[in-house]
């Protein structure tokens, strides 16, 4: 299986950005302008990176596709989740408030390798 | 995980192996005799309670037909047949037998679609028992919203009473996203409407109604709902698949239990981090393959469950 991986370089650089503390813990689902992006692409039946690692507190956007058919990309332990539609490009505010290594997966059912298709994410 | 029945402790608490006392059930029904009423026969379960009778029915599930990975299994077109000609040359046949999902092996092509649900059809019409109960897997279902499961096996959500017990057959594959809908809730709350709240319920379905492993979409996303549902009624037993392995696990005061497939396993979440098929073993030829045995004890209060191995394929 092919993966990608990145690691979302979320600094102090970015933090300024933010604008203040405040904005920088602000909750999911406030779509923050300034906020690292982390492009996901899926595609039967994997993600692009399939590997992605975020520093808990610090908030990024999701920007979600799809490369060919309908998919979902759902982080159950996190409580994230997003469709993943060809042509579109879904953006979904995260902030990580903890650590660990969770599973990211497809919850649209999309073909023979739908079970296996997911990802991981580390929170350090 | 926090709320499972351990098997070793309900074989010990009900004194012999192989026979498994799932749940206390049916106190209603207790101490009112047995009649000779038939399926049709019967009355509705919670308004008359004469029609309580022991009887069995087998449980397959997650039969993959079409499934094609030698690593997995290099015989895939065996076990569903040889456990056909098992269960028709047994000398006592079950009051029905019930397929709880994924019949066939998914695929885009819905011409090869149908000819494996032809075939699975075809090989289904063979067992010489009374009645045969199908319900859709995602397998089955998803890529369609169920159109082909449907002109083949029939309605994707149904019930059906049987000596004393009202059983639901409940679809939460046919949404690609797991979904029961709220229709199908509202249809479930209309249908069990009638019974007293002690009457008896099997609820059949393909996956997991509670939350059992959702990073390995061994979830239903609104099963909580469903449960919300069955909740008031205390004689709830729920029987699934989908995760391809023999589970009990309780919900409150419902019980809940797993069988295996009959196609290939799938490893424990506390023994694996990630889901993958586990590859056929040619020392132990279809370990971990099976069906169940699941006797209504309706008079002595509760169900027994009996795991079965898959028969060998040349049976």
Known sequence: MRRGAVTALLCLTSLAACGSESAARHTDGVDDPNATVISVVAQRWQYTPGEITLKKGVPIVFEITSADVHHGFNLPELGVRADAIPGQKTRLPFTPEKTGTFTFRCDYFCGDGHEDMQGVLTVE | ?315
Request: proline share 7%; with cysteine.
């Open chain 2, 1 to 315: 995980m926090k709320n499972e029945i351990n098997r070793r402790e309900l074989l010990r608490l009900a004194g012999f192996g192989g026979l498994v006392f799932a749940s206390a059930a049916f106190p209603g029904i207790a101490g009112c005799g047995s009649s000779t009423s038939s399926a049709k026969g019967a009355p509705a379960p919670g308004t008359t309670r004469g029609a309580a009778e022991d009887f069995f029915f087998l449980q397959l599930s997650d039969t993959h037909w079409g499934f094609a990975d030698p690593t997995v299994n290099p015989e895939p077109t065996m076990e569903l047949p040889a456990v056909i000609a098992e269960i028709n040359a047994a000398n006592v046949r079950p009051d029905f037998i019930v397929f709880t999902g994924d019949l066939t092996h998914t695929t885009d092509d819905v011409t090869v679609r149908r000819q494996r649900m032809t075939e699975f059809k075809a090989l289904a019409d063979g067992l010489q028992v009374p009645l045969v109960k199908f319900m859709p897997g995602e397998h089955d279902a998803a890529p369609d919203a169920g159109a082909a499961y449907k002109d083949f096996f029939g309605e994707l959500h149904y019930s059906f009473d049987h000596k004393g017990i009202h059983f639901v057959v409940l679809d939460n594959v046919s949404s690609p996203t797991a979904m029961v809908g709220d229709d199908q809730i509202a249809w479930l709350k209309s249908d069990l409407a009638h019974l007293d709240a002690d009457a008896p319920i099997v609820v059949l379905t393909h996956r997991p109604l509670w939350d059992l492993k959702p990073e390995w979409d061994w979830a239903t996303a609104d099963g909580a709902k469903v449960l919300d549902v069955l909740m008031p009624y205390r004689n709830v037993v729920v029987f699934f698949g989908h995760i391809h392995q023999e589970l009990h696990h309780m919900t409150g005061h419902i019980a809940h239990h797993s069988t295996r497939s009959l196609m290939f396993a799938l490893p424990t979440p506390e023994t694996a981090g990630k889901k993958v098929q586990i590859p056929w073993d040619p020392a132990a030829p279809n370990a971990g393959l099976g069906y169940r045995r699941i006797e209504a004890t309706v008079t002595a209060e509760n169900y027994g469950i009996e795991e079965l191995p898959a028969p060998m394929g040349d049976v």
